[in-house]
């Protein structure tokens, strides 16, 4: 190899190092301050007992599960994740032959806000919706509910590290 290949070689070689560097594998778009958030009980404006916490829990679980951001008390953190569960509905999903319902959906509907606390923005606000699948010959209406707000929690969290 000549000293000029040797050269562009070397050259070669640092801009990618430098190029590649600055690349992110998490996925997330947040500012690089915003390392802890605080998710405090949703509130419920619905007559539907306990849900508030449910999608708390599921909430919190997704962004442990993710790993990208740290769950912290709402008064010490980077960023806060609050909101309202709005409506809870149920819906007839499929029909047999006969007109009857054989399976029934609950859709879930909430208001989310996002804010940067140290700042003190909102990063995004928005309503959410998402249902759960539940027949009455087996499958519970709160197995149908929790994964309503399996999927809220996701949505959520999807939203927050990458969308605003």
Same mark, same amino acid.
């Given at each position: ?63 442990? #599960? ?23 509905? #149920? ?11 054989? #399976? ?30 539940? #027949? ?29």
């Amino acid at each position: 190899m000549n000293r000029t290949q040797l050269l562009l070689a070397c050259l070669l070689n640092g801009f990618l190092l430098v190029s590649c560097g600055i690349y992110s594998f998490s996925g997330s778009t947040l500012p690089p301050h915003i390392r802890t958030v605080g998710v405090p009980l949703f509130e419920d404006q619905t007559t539907e007992f306990g849900i508030d916490q449910k999608l708390t829990d599921a909430l919190i679980k997704a962004v442990r #599960d993710d790993n990208t951001l740290k769950i912290a008390d709402p008064r010490d953190a980077d960023a806060m994740l609050s909101g309202a569960i709005t409506r809870v509905e #149920d819906r007839a999903g499929q029909y047999s032959a006969e007109e009857i319902a054989t #399976d029934f959906r609950v859709h879930v509907t909430v208001s989310v806000r996002f804010e940067d606390m140290r700042k003190r923005t909102v990063m995004w606000e928005g309503s959410l919706s998402q249902w759960g699948i539940y #027949d009455g010959a087996g499958v519970d209406r709160q197995e149908g509910i929790a994964e309503a707000l399996d999927k809220i929690a996701t949505d959520i969290l999807n939203r927050s590290l990458s969308d605003w």
